[in-house]
């Protein structure tokens, strides 16, 4: 486990220690200098997490609510934080005028079966740190600071194998994959300059973050568009199919090395490939990415954990960054439709939400 000390309050995240867990034994590449550039959504997340969504009570303030979760800040080293707001919170905090346009509650996309009791959020609130003890500890002292806010739903996740790899934060799914190469790619510690081949692609700060533009509040620019989804995995069934299988369902090795060959933090030219007889068309990567034209590549920085509440209840909290839904999630999981992935996987819960930059403090706006 490798910690690196910093205070930070940036981005929607109050930082008060950034570690990340690194099984190489190596330092996160993740330079100084770029973390405080960058919104604290983007720093290496956490090994444990736990999330939860909270809801106002009728006659409670919730403006009041949302302030005292985003001031509190963590009473021992080594957590990350960050409170989101849902599109049920403007409405509630009488701030309805001041919503971002693009946020509105999670609709339901094609093969959701979602539950009421996992689903959306006045709030949420975001709790990472290096062992699940002290996230689970962090949390309920967080959640302490606003006693009016009622629990809608909590998940505790984790993330196997947590660990920077030239640039991405990379960890292992229930699943048994490697998680984080498609990201984009932080810039390489202290350069100042990115990868090599990564110069043309946007970076994860222009990714995730909100543009000005039409139903844009001036507040909102520089925050970002957080969507969780709860997908729980028949782990049982796909642990039964052979790994070329499993493999070809999701378009990599489960190192993530290219199905034709191609190293991990490569892309092969699906191009060569137009029948699909090295990488299918189904897969998961290339429905998700297939790099045809008129379909861009996603903009969306993912930083999923895994969660396990038993045999029949364990798959993955899917939590992703973006500036721009539609160029996001809502586009990409569009495309998903119909995967043969689907055949494994459920998505019972989640919510979109949006994480304010206060960096500069808390935003009068929201403040009432
Ligand atoms: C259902 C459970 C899911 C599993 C098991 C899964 C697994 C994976 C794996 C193993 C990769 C390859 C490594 C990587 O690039 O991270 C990947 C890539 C990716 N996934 Fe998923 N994923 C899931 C859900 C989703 C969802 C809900 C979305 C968004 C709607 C999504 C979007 C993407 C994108 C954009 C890539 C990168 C594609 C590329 O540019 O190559 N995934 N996923």
Not at 101 to 116: E, K, N, S
Not at 181 to 196: I, K, V, W
Not at 213 to 226: F, K, L, M, R
Not at 232 to 247: K, N, Y
Request: include cysteine; charge should be positive.
């Amino acid at each position: 486990m490798v910690g690196r000390r910093t205070a930070f309050a940036l981005g929607g995240l109050v930082v008060a220690a950034c570690a990340v867990g690194a099984d190489s034994g190596e330092a996160p590449a993740f330079a100084a200098a770029d973390a405080e550039a960058l919104p604290a959504a983007l720093l290496p997340p956490a090994a444990h997490v736990v999330l939860t969504a909270l809801d106002v009570p009728p006659g409670q303030d919730a403006a009041r609510a949302y302030a005292a979760l985003a001031r509190a800040t963590p009473a021992s080293g080594g957590v990350q934080a960050g409170v989101a707001l849902g599109a049920s919170w403007f409405a509630k905090a009488g701030l309805e005028a001041a919503r971002p346009a693009a946020l509105i509650p999670m609709p339901r996309f094609t093969g959701d079966v979602p539950d009421d009791a996992l689903t959306h959020g006045d709030l949420l609130l975001h709790v990472g740190a290096a062992t699940a003890e002290a996230a689970r500890l962090a949390s309920g002292s967080w959640l302490r600071s606003a006693p009016s806010a009622r629990v809608r739903w909590q998940r505790r996740g984790f993330r196997p194998g947590n660990q920077v790899s030239g640039g991405r934060v990379l960890a292992r799914n229930l699943f048994g994959f490697v998680e984080g190469h498609g990201n984009p790619s932080f810039r390489a510690a202290g350069t100042g300059r990115s990868p090599a081949g990564a110069d043309a692609e946007p970076g994860p700060g222009e990714v995730v973050r909100v543009a000005a533009g039409p139903g844009v509040p001036a507040w909102a620019v520089g925050g970002s568009h957080q969507v969780v989804r709860v997908i729980r995995f028949a782990t049982r069934l796909w642990d039964a199919e052979p790994v070329p299988v499993q493999e070809r369902v999701i378009g990599r090795r489960r190192d993530g090395t290219w199905l034709d060959g191609t190293p991990a933090a490569g892309r092969p030219a699906f191009a060569d490939d137009p029948d699909g007889t090295a990488t299918p068309l189904d897969a998961h990567v290339r429905r998700a990415n297939p790099g045809t034209p008129g379909t861009p590549a996603p903009r969306m920085l993912r930083r999923g954990y895994s969660y396990h509440e038993g045999p029949q209840d364990q798959g993955m909290l899917f939590v992703a960054y973006q500036g721009d839904l539609e160029l996001g999630f809502a586009g990409v999981q569009r495309r998903l439709a119909g995967q043969p992935l689907d055949r494994y996987t459920l998505t019972v819960g989640g919510g979109y939400f949006f994480l304010p930059d206060v960096s500069r403090g808390l935003p009068a706006e929201l403040t009432g």
